[in-house]
């Protein structure tokens, strides 16, 4: 019988977060499972894509919180 394995399944593997038992299951299944196969490439770029993303915040978003910091500190010493 062959098993059904969820993309949450597939997330917990690729993240290395699957039993060892778990693990082999996944990994047989990967071997004549083209569907489950694609899957976890889609998955894997994904992660990929995440991995390279950066974000920082805008300037002003920055400049803003410094000004805060600077009143407050001024408020307190007063």
Do not use: C, G
Not at 2 to 15: N, S
Not at 32 to 61: F, G, H
Request: glycine residues 0%; proline residues 4%; negative net charge.
């Amino acid at each position: 019988m062959k098993q059904v394995f969820t993309p949450e399944d597939l997330l917990e593997y690729l993240y290395k977060e699957t039993d060892p038992v778990r693990t082999q299951s996944i990994e047989e299944a990967l071997e004549t499972d083209w569907t489950l196969r694609e899957k976890l490439t889609v998955l894997q770029a994904s992660r990929q894509r995440l991995d390279r993303l950066i974000e920082s915040p805008r300037t002003e978003t920055i400049l803003r919180i410094l000004n805060y910091a600077r009143q407050e500190k001024v408020s307190t010493h007063s």
